[in-house]
């Protein structure tokens, strides 16, 4: 803990849960706030699959975000049902939540989040996101009082994650709303999860890039072997899918699809890791794993904190 803080501002530490609808910009938010891509993020919903703890500490508090998979409506899959399951239960047990919506924009998901939302016995801030794209401003004096009408909130903040506009206020007020406590987590550690993780995130962001209209949500990948030779970091990755067809359109004509991939992931692997890496990328069938509990639990999408 800082011990040099001259004007004896009681240090304060808490977890914030960030909920919403898939794609309003929960993990944008989160990765301008740490200044580092913790949360993949893609214009396609439901990026975000498994519960992340994102760090931020500064001389005075330890605000620990959890970025959750956004709340959704679509039915049917042990899948769906275990994201919606997971971003519900962890609104309880915070001292904060934010609730982000995007301007000017309410849909039915946004709806069923903010129930979750209001289950929450924590302070909770409307973040409204996405201003960047309004270009009357007095809209959405409207929209908001239409929304603080219907639910209990403690504030409202505007916000562009992208451009990273007005995020030092949204930063005090949850500031303000933190107990008194001492840092949660070492202050120098950004997220509860292991450099493994953070690849295979990394190897899926570029698929969804990608394939966003081809692929189903499904896709998902794993590490088969992580090998360290020298200064050279050697990977290999399996690639899971559903369906033959599924992985002949990541091949490509080729096999053209699968080396692009793997060259970008590759670049993004050794910016994350800073350290030379050779990857390997397989891709695999496992016929609908997204209804199969025990497929999901083999994947890693059953132990939230751990890979
Ligand atoms: N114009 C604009 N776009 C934004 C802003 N914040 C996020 N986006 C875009 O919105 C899309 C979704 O962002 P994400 O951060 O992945 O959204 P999410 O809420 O984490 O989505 P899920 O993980 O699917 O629940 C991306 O294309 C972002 O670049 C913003 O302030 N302005
Ligand atoms: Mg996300």
Same mark, same amino acid.
């Given at each position: 803990m800082n011990t040099s803080n001259t004007n004896q501002a009681p240090y304060k530490s808490g977890y914030v849960a960030v909920i919403g609808?898939?794609?309003?910009?929960k993990s944008t938010l989160i990765n301008q706030i740490l200044q580092q891509k913790l949360s993949i993020v893609s214009h @396609?919903? $439901?990026?975000?699959r498994h519960q992340i703890l994102a760090i931020h500490s500064t001389p005075n508090a330890q605000i620990v975000f959890i970025d959750t998979p956004g709340i959704h409506n679509?039915?049917?899959t042990a899948l769906n049902k275990h994201l919606n399951q997971t971003a519900q239960s962890?609104?309880?047990?915070?001292?904060a939540v934010l609730f982000l919506v995007e301007a000017l924009k309410w849909t039915d998901e946004d709806l069923r989040a903010a129930k979750v939302m209001a289950q929450s016995s924590a302070k909770k801030i409307l973040v409204v996101n996405?201003?960047?794209?309004?270009?009357? @401003?007095? $809209?959405?004096i409207p929209f908001v009082e239409k929304i603080m009408g219907e639910f209990q909130l403690d504030g409202v903040h505007y916000i562009s994650a992208l451009k990273n506009k007005h995020i030092d206020p949204l930063l005090r007020a949850i500031h303000q709303l933190l107990p008194e406590?001492?840092?949660?987590?070492?202050?120098?550690?950004?997220?509860?999860?292991s450099t493994r993780f953070f690849i295979t995130e990394l190897i899926r962001e570029q698929l969804m890039e990608r394939f966003h209209q081809e692929l189903p949500y499904s896709v998902t990948v794993n590490i088969e072997a992580y090998e360290v030779k020298g200064n050279m970091h050697h990977i290999h990755a399996n690639i899971w899918v559903e369906r033959n067809n599924q992985k002949r359109i990541i091949i490509g004509s080729k096999g053209e699809a699968i080396k692009q991939i793997g060259i970008n992931a590759r670049r993004e692997i050794e910016q994350f890791i800073e350290q030379k890496v050779n990857l390997k990328l397989w891709v695999k069938v496992k016929s609908s794993w997204t209804d199969d509990i025990r497929a999901i639990e083999s994947l890693g999408y059953t132990d939230e904190f751990k890979d």
């Open positions: 609808r898939p794609n309003v910009g @396609k919903p $439901q990026t975000t679509q039915k049917g962890s609104s309880h047990g915070v001292d996405k201003v960047d794209k309004v270009k009357d @401003k007095q $809209q959405m406590g001492p840092p949660i987590f070492d202050e120098d550690q950004v997220s509860d999860r």
